[in-house]
């Protein structure tokens, strides 16, 4: 019953990510959402637009959400959230990496999130393998081997020889990015030797004892289900 230990981690959002792109006024090209969405009516065609602030010099710009559609082709709620600056919806326009993408321009993540771990500290020592499950409250791409240092309180050495022990299993790569929810384990020190070597002798004879209760239980079964058989059989002989 003890193979439930499990740790909630969230990456959660402390900031919206950082336009870059170059400021016609001045050199920098660092640009943060004002919170002001412009919409501009000409009869029945409207334009949307996302309006940022350059960092260094605060001229503002505008990124083109919208540009003569016709207001029909609009959600009503859609249009009142952009005529009303909603900021969930400002937010969702700045991470947006499909407005990134179509209006040329990168986002920076950096310092947009911070790792909340629910559990405090684990036993790395501890036999019982632990699940993390790490849950993205935005897109930000982090680094794998990032989130276990921070998570686990470790080195990036010890994080590396821990996955390259077995100890931590990953579903990506420690140096890949992830930016939506996974799942990975953290197992005791020979653990994976005990795996390799002790399993037929270790604790998992607890388990086949289990298992083969079960399977009494399931023969139980069968043997009253098919009791009829052998009589029919007996009757024929
Ligand atoms: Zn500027």
New binding site residues.
């Given amino acids: 019953m003890n193979t439930d230990r499990k740790a909630h981690w969230a990456v959660r959002q402390s900031a919206l990510p950082a336009v870059v792109r170059p400021?016609p006024?001045?050199p920098?090209t660092r640009h943060r959402a004002s919170g002001r969405i412009r919409v501009n009516a000409s009869g029945k065609l409207l334009d949307v637009w996302l309006l940022l602030s350059?960092a260094?010099?605060d001229?503002t710009s505008k990124v083109p959400v919208h540009e003569r559609v016709h207001v029909s082709s609009l959600e009503p709620a859609r249009l009142v959230a952009y005529e009303n600056n909603d900021f969930a919806v400002v937010r969702e326009l700045t991470m947006s990496a499909s407005l990134a993408t179509k209006n040329g321009y990168r986002l920076d993540w950096s310092g947009t999130w911070a790792l909340e771990t629910r559990t405090p500290l684990y036993a790395l020592d501890d036999p019982t393998p632990l699940t993390v499950v790490v849950g993205f409250e935005l897109p930000a791409p982090v680094r794998v081997e990032r989130l276990l240092m921070l998570g686990l309180g470790l080195s990036r050495g010890a994080v590396r020889r821990m996955v390259g022990d077995g100890r931590i299993r990953l579903p990506l790569a420690p140096d890949a990015k992830a930016h939506r929810d996974f799942e990975l384990t953290v197992h005791g020190p020979g653990s994976v030797d005990a795996a390799k070597h002790a399993k037929p002798l270790g604790a998992p004879t607890e388990v086949r004892t289990d298992a083969r209760s079960d399977a009494r239980t399931d023969l139980g079964h069968a043997e009253s289900h098919d009791a009829p058989r052998p009589w029919s059989r007996s009757a024929t002989a």
Avoid: E, I, P
Wanted: proline fraction near 0%; include cysteine; charge should be neutral.
């Fill in positions: 400021c006024d001045c920098g350059c260094a010099c001229r």
